[in-house]
């Protein structure tokens, strides 16, 4: 099977940098993908890790160790827009598995 | 260039109703995946379709719950005789492929409450 642990709540301010961990078992791994959701919103794709190393795109960077099943989103710069929700996931076989999601709630 | 495209967007249902919750995936995607979401919490995936077939339905209720992809139209999930435990977000999702690293894109959302 496969499972994500993720913290369920994360706190920071503006114009600050807040790191997002996820570590994960699965029977298979082909990778790690982010996904962003607001409230009441669809998730929505940030990013995706096959091989280990960091990814960045703009603000917003994922990296990945697949040695220790780690990987984490890095939000840089923080604005008051990117409190929302923030999903790990591993695809397997189609389908995709998510984590619990962490609540980014950033502050003036 | 339309998305994935879901309606309703909210639906309301009393207790022993049937609820069909619909999705047009994204023009070009032949990969249908339906997750739900309760309050608080993750995406639990429920079933995965491709034209005509269910792939996996590993994460679906046994009972009540059916969903289709047929060879023309959208995707139906079909929840029969909702209870309360029902109301949640339903999120259509669609992908080109199952290749690894293939972005699925999701859809707005069907919001059921069930009263």
């Known amino acids: 099977g496969q499972s994500l642990e993720q913290p369920s709540e994360v706190t920071a301010v503006e114009g600050a940098i807040v790191q997002i961990n996820c570590t994960y078992q699965?029977?298979?791994?082909?990778?790690l993908s982010w996904y962003q959701q607001h409230d009441g919103g669809a998730p929505t794709f940030l990013s995706y890790?096959?091989?280990?190393g960091l990814e960045e795109t703009g603000r917003f960077s994922s990296f990945l160790s697949r040695s220790d099943s780690y990987g984490y989103l890095l939000l840089q710069e923080l604005q008051m827009k990117d409190s929302a929700s923030y999903f790990c996931?591993?695809?397997?076989?189609?389908?995709?598995?998510f984590g619990d999601g962490t609540t980014l709630t950033v502050k003036p | 260039n339309a998305g994935v495209m879901q309606n309703p967007r909210h639906l309301v249902r009393r207790r022993g109703q049937e609820a069909r919750l619909r999705c047009s995936p994204m023009?070009?995607?032949?990969?249908v995946y339906w997750y739900r979401q309760l309050p608080e919490e993750g995406l639990k995936f429920m079933v995965y379709?491709?034209?005509?077939?269910?792939?996996?339905e590993s994460g679906m209720p046994k009972e009540r719950f059916s969903a289709e992809f047929p060879k023309e139209g959208p995707s139906i999930l079909r929840i029969q005789q909702v209870v309360r435990g029902d109301s949640a977000a339903y999120f259509c999702?669609?992908?080109?492929?199952?290749?690894?690293?293939?972005?699925?894109?999701f859809g707005e959302g069907s919001w059921l409450t069930v009263v």
């Open positions: 999702a669609s992908s080109p492929g199952t290749e690894a690293g293939n972005t699925i894109y």
């Open positions: 379709l491709q034209k005509e077939n269910i792939i996996d």
């Open positions: 890790n096959a091989l280990d």
């Open positions: 699965t029977s298979g791994f082909y990778g």
């Open positions: 023009k070009g995607h032949s990969h």
């Open positions: 996931a591993v695809p397997n076989a189609g389908k995709s598995t």
